[in-house]
């Protein structure tokens, strides 16, 4: 799912205005110690797994539901990383937004990685010596999923 219908409906009030958004971010790390990564359909950059949360529902929850819509793993939340505030950032249809996130470093129950919907062009476990550029605050959460 791409856009919840939640935000769809305030983009029909708002337009392409700052929406302050919350968000969750894993770090899902697999018995090899590689990260899953995917590349965004929306902007071709290579990210960590990321979504927002549904009205009323938990950040863990919302975390092992987008993991699992995107990319066909089931995972766990199993150590929470940090909360943080996202750049703002602009998406190529003009949408401005910025996120309350609140990262976890997340373990795998189940699945192997694909790409499940499309929010993403490719899905992979990466070594971190062979990680690309991540956006700074991501890389700081894997960072900190390693300590």
Not at 59 to 75: C, H, Q, W
Not at 86 to 107: F, H, K
Request: proline share 5%; net charge negative; charged share 30%.
């Amino acid at each position: 799912m791409a856009t919840p219908d939640f935000i769809l409906a305030l983009r029909e009030k708002v337009g392409h205005d700052l929406l302050w958004l919350n968000g969750v971010v894993a770090v899902v790390v697999d018995d090899q110690g590689r990260v899953l990564l995917n590349k965004r359909a929306d902007t071709g950059s290579w990210s960590l797994i990321s979504g927002i949360l549904e009205p009323g529902e938990q950040p863990d929850e919302a975390l092992e539901r987008e993991v699992l819509e995107e990319t066909g793993v089931t995972i766990r939340a199993s150590r929470l990383l940090d909360a943080f505030t996202s750049p703002i950032i602009e998406y190529p249809n003009g949408d401005r937004a910025q996120y309350l996130t609140v990262a976890y470093r997340c373990d795998v129950v189940a699945g192997e990685p694909r790409v499940n919907d499309d929010e993403s062009l490719e899905v992979r476990f990466v070594p971190r010596q062979e990680m690309p550029k991540l956006r700074d605050d991501l890389q700081r959460v894997v960072d900190l999923a390693f300590l």
